[in-house]
């Protein structure tokens, strides 16, 4: 059973970055799409960001373009997700999660395993 483990998260000040990671274990990430989420006190759950299997293919909310940049390593089964020019409105836990297809997806119910999610603060 494939488990993803977040990390990289922290207290940052608006303007700054950050690199969060996604290892996974017990079982390759290779196959599978990948996407991060995010969810902030009292909102739902919401996308932003996907890579397809070969890396090829990204999509990102609209939220993010420009800022956010989702890559992946599928030799070392890790995703990453580096922040840019981060703003108080990026707070929240992020969530990296696993696709059921080889192919970018933006629905959450297109995933089926997800990490415990790792906090973002962006002070302003």
């Known amino acids: 059973q494939v488990q993803l483990v977040e990390s990289g998260g922290g207290l940052v000040q608006a303007g700054g970055s950050l690199r969060l990671s996604c290892a996974a274990s017990?079982?390759?990430?290779?196959?599978?799409?990948m996407g991060w989420f995010r969810q902030a006190p009292g909102k739902e759950r919401e996308f932003v960001a996907s890579i397809s299997r070969t890396g090829v293919s990204t999509s990102y909310a609209d939220s993010v373009k420009g800022r956010f940049t989702t890559s992946r390593d599928n030799d070392k089964n890790t995703v990453s997700l580096q922040m840019n020019s981060l703003k108080p409105e990026d707070t929240a836990v992020y969530y990296c999660?696993?696709?059921?297809?080889?192919?970018?997806?933006?629905?959450?119910?297109?995933?089926?395993?997800w990490g415990q999610g790792t906090q973002v603060t962006v002070s302003s």
């Open positions: 999660a696993r696709g059921r297809s080889p192919t970018i997806a933006t629905l959450p119910a297109s995933y089926d395993t």
């Open positions: 017990g079982g390759t990430i290779s196959n599978s799409g």
